[in-house]
């Protein structure tokens, strides 16, 4: 970029502007750091035992975590809302996982009088929409509002799906793991 201030140039434009085959290898440099350093490996890929201290779901070695990390990098989306936009709304249906990269948003319950309330704020790094990716529940628990201008990452179902056709061990882990977060 040789005049920067006059060139807009962020990860959407490189998303749209790209040839695809220069636009899936940098978007995956990209979005591998938000990848790793989000909510989403945490809760799936830290810690590989379950409450008995036996692999969660079988358990994944180093090699297959690396597969993946690199395939999934190359389908998260970038989305870019102001403040005060809606992402999801309570009861709608969805099947997307959001990866906050930056800003601050709400999530809201619809109250029974008609209000809505504010019961937790997210920021970087955290995760919405695991439970919906993998197909426990695609009715969304709550709203989730923009409190500041935010950069979000978008992984769609049926992106994931391809992920887990490579490698189905992988989902039968995923669903593992989860099921046992939502036991808890």
Known sequence: ?????????TETNLHEELPSYLRTEVMS???????LTSDFMTKYF???????????GGGLDTS???AWISQIS????????????YLMRQGDIGTELYIIKQGKVAIEIDKDDGTKLVVAESGPGSIIGDIALLG???????SIRTITNCIIFELKQRDMEKVWEKSPTLKM????????????
């Open 136 to 142: 426990l529940n695609t009715t969304r628990t709550a």
């Open 64 to 66: 297959s975590k690396t």
């Open 173 to 184: 882990y995923m669903l593992a793991v989860a099921k046992e977060h939502l036991g808890r």
């Open 29 to 35: 440099i990209i979005t591998r750091k938000v990848l």
């Open 1 to 9: 970029v040789w005049l920067p201030q006059q060139i807009d140039f």
């Open 46 to 56: 830290a810690n590989n035992t379950g409450a008995d201290g036996k692999p969660a």
């Open 74 to 85: 190359e389908m998260l989306i970038p989305k870019f809302l102001i403040a005060q936009q």
